[in-house]
């Protein structure tokens, strides 16, 4: 009888292993293996495709450059990565939240918007940093662009008004104004708009720039308003310094403020377009309350203003400078040339007032061609529209020996940035 052998010890428990080994094989679990899936399964050894994902906001969308689309208020901090953007819409950026915006970034209004601006609330920041070679750019999205094609750039500080501790900002209806004389909201530096202006109602129209009581701890230089369809600048209060401000072509007043505006600034240049423009200038305190406080009361040196020799519909003379309702301001080495009125008139009896005291004052001034003269003082209206007579001892020669030449603002930085008529 033959006698069978029984395997090696060490056979079978090779056998056995292999088993084990297919047997766990084939019970592997499936499900999704990706952590950052929502229905993610830590138990899964292979993935059965099932995973699925949340949407993404459109906070997160902006700053991974997924969407090049503004549509919707900034809620948090965004950091556009990419350098061309669509406008739709009035976009706010909400207290707490701040807007980065790369140099070089074209930001294009939609043609099919009724109205795009961009609005800057109390509490946010804007962070819009250009170079001379690559300006920020908010334009119209209109083949054939236009005045008024778009709103235009709102900033909204916390910084002392005058027409009450807080006022409502004529756009977005949201407050501006304040107790932080030094807030911040911000940078923007070599960025340029073009084709501002549209229409909020019959009485009021978006301007290029508009400061709601912005406070001298933002930083405002190198900006232009190309082509606007109301003001390239307006200030309502606030202690906001600027330099180097340009405003081309705007259809009414190149610059005005008005609120208890104290800023210190240099080198403005206004330009008219041959076809529009008021003001190089037009200037308040409060129309009000005149004698309102704190009084508007900006410095400016180096600023040239060139007008278009135009006058208004009604035959109406346009004046480089018109200060008024009360309004003080320190004018340093000034250029005004080519308005149909005077160089600078000065109206109402507070500012006339402010006149006597010094507190509107011009040193070092060069006029040419404006039509009606250098300068004109001129009293409120009474009841009939009457003006009163100057006061006693008021010189109406009183900035004669300023009158000769002015550098202005130069023109050799503004090479780059700039658009041109």
């Known amino acids: 009888m033959k006698t069978i052998k029984k395997p090696a010890k060490s056979l079978m428990i090779a056998v056995l292993a292999l088993g084990m080994v297919g047997g766990m094989t084939s019970c592997k679990k499936e499900g999704c293996t990706d952590s950052t899936a929502t229905n993610y399964d830590a138990d899964a050894k292979d993935d059965d495709g099932s995973c699925t994902y949340a949407s993404k906001s459109y906070i997160e969308k902006l700053n991974e450059g997924s969407t090049q689309t503004l549509n919707a208020d900034i809620t948090a901090n965004v950091t556009l990565p990419k350098t061309a953007y669509t406008l739709q819409g009035g976009i706010h950026v909400k207290e707490g939240a701040t807007l980065t915006i790369p140099a070089g970034c ?29 300006p920020i750019v908010f334009t119209s999205g209109k083949s054939s662009p236009e005045r008024g094609d778009w709103g235009g750039i709102i900033i909204c500080g916390k910084a002392p008004i005058n027409n009450g501790s807080e006022a409502e900002a004529e756009v977005g209806g949201v407050k501006y104004g304040g107790t932080d004389a030094s807030d911040n909201s911000g940078v923007m530096a070599y960025v340029r708009v073009e084709y501002t202006g549209n229409a909020i109602n019959a009485e009021k129209e978006h301007n290029g720039f508009t400061f709601n009581g912005v406070g001298s701890g933002t ?6 308003a190309y082509m606007g369809g109301d003001d390239g600048f307006e200030w309502f209060g606030g202690t906001v310094n600027t330099e180097y401000l340009v405003s081309t072509g705007s259809k009414d007043d190149s610059f005005d403020w008005t609120f208890g505006w104290t800023g210190s600034n240099k080198y403005w240049i206004a330009e008219q377009a041959s076809d529009a423009g008021d003001r190089g200038i037009e200037a308040d305190n409060q129309e009000d ?4 406080a704190p009084f508007s009361n900006p410095t400016l040196e180096n600023l040239t203003l060139i007008g278009n020799g135009r006058t208004k519909g009604s035959g109406d003379a346009i004046d480089g400078i018109k200060w008024r309702r009360g ?8 250029l005004i ?5 005077y160089a600078i008139e000065v109206e109402d009896d507070q500012t006339v007032n402010n006149v006597m005291d010094g507190s ?3 040193t070092t001034v060069q006029i040419e061609n404006c039509v009606e003269g250098n300068f004109k003082f001129k009293m409120s209206k009474d009841a009939n529209g009457d003006r009163g007579p100057l006061p006693n001892g008021f010189d109406e020669n009183v900035w004669d020996s300023q009158v000769g030449t002015a550098s202005g603002a130069g023109t050799g930085w503004t090479d780059g940035w700039t658009k041109s008529l």
Do not use: W
């Not at 918007?113 to 962070?127: D, N, P, S």
């Not at 309350?289 to 309102?292: E, G, K, S, V």
């Open 289 to 292: 309350n005149n004698a309102a």
């Open 360 to 362: 509107v004052n011009v």
């Open 106 to 134: 074209t930001i294009t209004a939609d043609p099919n918007e009724t109205v795009a601006y961009l609005l800057v609330e109390r509490g946010a920041k804007i962070m819009a940093e250009g170079t001379s070679d690559a």
């Open 337 to 341: 040339k080519n308005f149909s009125g």
């Open 327 to 334: 309004t003080k301001c320190t004018l340093k080495n000034a």
């Open 219 to 224: 930083t405002l230089h190198h900006l232009q």
